[in-house]
């Protein structure tokens, strides 16, 4: 079938949810992927922020192929194994104690949300509103539409479930303000990624976890797009000097396969037998993938080569910011960027890249975020730049 030919059936077979770029993916590789012409592709996109170690990893597939063969799915009744490894892997690397794996980030961020008023019923007197960000992204169950600080997700659905508030991020003392007596919980995300990857001051974080300790109430941090290497440590928390009381996790964590969790220190670990489940949640499958991810990602010291590429990277987007004065900032974290631009073409240039063998993602009409595999090398970075250059400079000076 032609490329028309899919896209065509997708217009007519799906309920159209998705801004979908026009081309369709076979096969992908490390930081490649090529479609179904069999045109090849640098991947800046990444999955969404998922592929952490490329395209099919070796370490991976070959983890799959071989539990796959053993057991794939045995239900939550019974004891498995690469779980249990996942969870020590993530215990032993983390400043958490518990965990609760289920199958996407609005899932466990649920599971946080869950636990946090399970927290606010025995300890708070029954408190149980959550603070959230505005322009927050946190899933889109009802719930985390609601925890969603964006009036554009809520508003084809209200009534959304309540006992959420949202405030403006970075700011302390919005969240000092609207923490009244009926609040379990503050809920952020240590960047936020969906929102236009907005960096908070360094100190935010930090005093917004104090601020939680002195009035009883949980810190939950939703690092399900910044975890797992991304910014370049482990954890975004560890940069920002800020443990969580819970902390969600999925994008990164599994190479692809649908893995997601939440963490919980000791304290706050609440739940009792039948409060809370999942028939897939941490199914052998997708752990020992999880687990292949993890231990390629710790050993080898991605974070640390994320730190150093994004390094490079950034320098050669500031470098891009000083030849077009269209471009008016460049932020991020890692290899978690973005490029901002004074009017609305971002959708455009993702065309043109695409054109040029470049996949970026637009994460707002007037920014483009990169999020490539933490395995991308500085020479695939300059061939990113270097087509971003061409794209720039076209843009600068349309051809009629
Ligand atoms: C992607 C994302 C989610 C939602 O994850 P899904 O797997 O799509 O449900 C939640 N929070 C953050 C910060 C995310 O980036």
């Not at 801004?19 to 096969?27: D, E, F, Y």
């Not at 008023?117 to 539409?145: P, Q, W």
């Not at 902390?247 to 809370?276: C, Q, R």
């Not at 960027?337 to 054109?355: P, T, W």
Request: some cysteine; aromatic content about 8%.
């Amino acid at each position: 079938m032609s490329q028309d030919n899919w896209q065509e059936l997708e217009r007519k077979l799906f309920l159209s949810t998705f801004n979908r770029v026009p081309v369709t993916l076979v096969r992908g590789k490390g930081a490649r992927v090529w479609d179904d012409q069999g045109k090849e592709y640098l991947d800046f996109v990444g999955g969404w922020a998922v592929n952490s170690l490329g395209h099919c990893p070796s370490v991976v597939v070959e983890a799959l192929e071989k539990q796959a063969r053993n057991l794939i799915q045995a239900s939550n009744q019974f004891y498995t194994i690469p779980q249990i490894e996942l969870a020590q892997l993530l215990v032993q690397n983390s400043c958490l104690d518990r965990v609760f794996f289920c199958n996407s980030g609005a899932e466990a961020n649920e599971g946080a949300i869950k636990l946090a008023r399970r927290y606010g019923k025995l300890r708070l007197g029954g408190a149980y509103e959550i603070i959230t960000a505005n322009n927050s992204f946190h899933g889109r169950t009802l719930a985390m539409t609601a925890a969603t600080g964006q009036r554009k997700f809520q508003e084809p659905y209200i009534p959304l479930p309540n006992g959420f508030v949202s405030v403006e991020y970075n700011n302390v003392e919005a969240v000092k303000v609207a923490t009244l007596n009926k609040t379990c919980a503050v809920m952020l995300e240590p960047i936020q990624g969906e929102g236009g990857v907005n960096v908070p001051d360094d100190t935010y974080l930090e005093k917004v976890a104090k601020w939680c300790h002195e009035k009883g109430i949980l810190f939950i941090l939703d690092e399900i797009q910044t975890g797992i290497g991304r910014t370049g440590t482990l954890f975004a928390y560890e940069q920002y000097n800020a443990e969580p009381d819970i902390m969600t996790l999925a994008k990164g964590l599994g190479s692809g396969v649908p893995i997601a969790a939440f963490l919980a220190k000791e304290d706050f670990s609440l739940f009792s037998p039948g409060e809370h489940g999942s028939t897939f949640g941490g199914n052998p499958l997708v752990c020992a993938a999880a687990c292949a991810t993890l231990k390629y990602i710790i050993t080898n010291d991605i974070p640390k080569k994320v730190k150093q590429v994004g390094k490079h990277f950034i320098t050669k987007l500031e470098n891009l910011k000083q030849q077009f004065d269209f471009i008016t900032e460049v932020r991020g974290r890692g290899l978690l960027l973005a490029l901002e631009f004074n009017s609305e073409i971002a959708q455009e240039l993702v065309l043109a890249c695409l054109k040029r063998g470049l996949l970026v993602n637009k994460v707002k009409p007037n920014a483009l975020r990169f999020m490539p595999p933490l395995i991308i090398t500085e020479r695939e970075v300059d061939e990113a730049i270097s087509i971003l250059q061409d794209v720039l400079e076209e843009t600068r000076n349309p051809k009629y």
